[in-house]
């Protein structure tokens, strides 16, 4: 695949300053790029990298072009224009569009046009696989599930029975989707509470490797539209994800909790039961969520990284933070009293 | 599915107010609930729901029956009437009792009546399955493993050799279950440590979907009766969890630790090597223990979480905790010495 | 396998205080060990266990052995000396060299010389497996993959297209690698950014069960020689993690880091993108480490573990330690103008 700048340029809508001709024949960051490779500034501090890099042309903000050593693609946001030119140089093996002869498939199971099902992977009775889906190889598919038009399943994934998910999700490899939701009743020793729902995923979802969201007890785990878990995500039971959310991996969610739309949730973040998070909240990396969030914004907790003797130090004085209160209030009882 | 509020009432000693003739046909929670429904009211604080449920019926607390809207059954533990009643309305898929033709199932293998092995399952050499115990498609059952009566593997569950379940255990996709413990010593590059034990589970225990649980180097890692792991929890190897003790989601259990029976540990908890908690400790979600618990009750770590500006501030305070005790020390002895 | 102390006394150089006939049957921890059992002292605190103990034999420090019970093999580290003389007793299954009939095999891979592919796994167009190496069962290898000499996966492991391993890798069951990084670009929904690269992994690498390493999407994801990656560790993609390094279960590192060698990263730690970590970091268990690591030592962050109610109240010191701060120095200036 080799494309020029002045193509790119076109496609794109992205004034070019340099060569037309120039021929990109992939993407590379600025450090690691070769002679035919496009590169891209998505931050100015890197701008000093440009001068030793070795790409052919960079994609970047028109404030940044000043003395660019480099041809340079103008775009207001780099990092789109690298999720658009990105496009053209995929070459992740697509669904071929067959089943293979050592897939168990069910008689009743009801597969529309050019559905991919791999090798050895089990769709179960009753399910429904629209137009263009991909079943990966190893892939489980319980009774009854149905995923829509253009959804690929990538190899080893399992999906317990009634599960529902939309159209053009992806879902990676080692991901679970409906295994019951962690509930019992103490009565001398836990009693399994039976989840009699199931897991409704929407259309546009990405859900991550070994990603595992649950399903209900009385009401389905529903994951909306557009929304995007990394890997080793953790879903509880009944939980509500809104639209356009992207959850980094190896967040855990607990139960029956309520998250908005368009919300930012950092890497292993911890989020409790029964809260309710609104739209457009940021939870910054490793948080503890243990109450609801009913304004927008950015939210955090636990402390800074220190040295491992001065960390010490803070802890000690953690455990102290009650008493000193009470010894500043005391110190201003005296003064006052002079 | 439909059974009558009088039948419920029968037989489950639940005393009924309202109309005994009534159909339910399924569960909710409150706020969803239909006409057919039976909800729940599990907390007090909900009961402001009850006027607007649609629900046919309601199990509450005979403390908040008084003005209930709907027709009510009492249960001084409505939680556990919960558990009891959806078992009626599970329809979730039964092991069908068959050995599937696509299974591989080693000459050795010894397996009891009533056994069910799905497709493209693995069984190695030397494995028993008892009576009843059902292994969903894509396990590999890894050689001279045991697993005893009416456990139920879901799909693609991988069990390394010689690993023993007990009767009545429940463990779900994507499990891996003795596993190399992580034991290296460093002699230039990290030598590997064989784990040379396995991993012994006991009876009616769950493991969630996505769980490790590592084999042992010099004693088994075991995990007694009734204990329930949710998904993605991490045991490390030779670590002992004790009878009846529920771990949620995502926790992270390093090696030789013992863990009492009893316990209540919350989600993405974090559980050094090495250390000792006794019986009917409960920790909160996220915390970490960094030394053993030799005492029973409640345990936190971590900070709340605050807007992020505000986080930042108490940040810089938390470095410097150590200077501030000296300040505050010096103020005080400033102030006595007049 | 029966081995006598004076033959593990010969062959490891271990100088043998006590009677060299005694056969030693297997390896047990202090307190578990039985008669026949050869076990080891990696901590004086522990001393007091030896005239307990049931074992054959022990091994310690040299310093230790003073009054010692016990027959006793002396070695300068007793831990390296397990190593060695755990590979004695290792009873674990090896892959059998042998293609199993129900593994599919595209016709364009190229297998080396006693590679062994389990049942039901599956090896796609243009992958090349050199001698030696072992693809357990249920494995999916997508296209165009290497695996180096006498590299090991065991069972239901996932591999992308393009993945490269090193030599004498042990992948352990559920983790996958190459999975697509978490690349998403916001343009009123969230636009996915394809990943281009692939993940490299080098030589003598451990990948425990459930762990994840995504593909890179300016760069290639890697991981050097020799490092030890835990069950249901996250790597990110583009991220570099530098040779010998370990890393324990359940720590999450984001995208574009560059993590040194000879690091030992504590369980549950989280790591954000786009940072640097020098050689011989040491970061303990459940640290958030949220900038970049320039000097070598420990690290640290978090809080203690403490009473619930206690913690409650440093809790409310917490989010008062900008408030404290200053009421300190107010203190101060006060009785500085006196």
């Known amino acids: 695949m080799k494309i020029s700048l002045g193509e790119i340029s076109d496609r794109f809508g992205l004034q070019l300053i340099g060569d037309a001709s120039i021929q990109i024949s992939g993407l590379a960051d600025l450090t690691d790029a070769q002679p035919g490779h496009l590169t891209f500034l998505f931050n100015s501090s890197y701008k ?40 053209l140089f995929d070459t992740a093996p697509q669904p071929d569009r067959s089943i293979q002869k050592t897939a168990v498939i069910d008689g009743s199971a009801r597969l529309g046009k050019h559905v991919s099902v791999g090798a050895h992977a089990v769709v179960s009775a009753g399910v429904v696989l629209a137009d263009g889906v991909s079943i990966g190889p190893g892939c489980v598919i319980g009774n009854d599930v149905s995923i829509g038009e253009n959804s690929r399943l990538h190899a080893n994934v399992s999906i317990y029975h009634e599960v529902q998910i939309g159209e053009r999700c992806i879902v990676h490899s080692g991901a679970v989707l409906g295994a019951d939701g962690f509930g019992y009743e103490f009565d001398g020793k836990l009693k399994k509470i039976p989840q009699l729902y199931s897991v409704h995923i929407g259309n546009d979802v990405e859900i991550g490797a070994g990603t595992t969201i649950d399903r209900g007890a009385l009401n389905h785990t529903c994951i909306a539209d557009g929304v995007k878990l990394d890997n080793q995500v953790q879903v509880g039971h009944g939980t509500n994800i809104g639209a356009h959310t992207a959850i980094s991996g190896c967040t855990a969610i ?54 491992g003797n001065r960390w010490k130090r803070s802890i000690v004085g953690f455990r102290k933070l009650d008493e000193m209160l009470k010894r500043i209030r005391l110190l201003e009882k005296r003064l006052d009293e002079g």
């Open 254 to 307: 607990a139960g029956s909790t309520r998250i908005g739309s368009y919300c930012l949730i950092g890497g292993a973040v911890g989020i409790i039961d029964n809260i309710e998070i609104v739209d457009q909240v940021e939870i910054t990396a490793m948080s503890l969520v243990s109450q609801s969030i009913l304004k927008k914004g950015r939210y955090s907790s636990g402390t800074g990284l220190m040295p």
């Open 48 to 87: 000093k990298h440009l001068a030793k890099s070795a790409a052919s042309a960079v994609v970047l903000h028109e404030a940044d072009s000043v003395d660019c050593p480099l041809p340079v693609l103008l775009s207001d946001q780099p990092r789109l224009a690298w999720a658009n030119i990105a496009s």
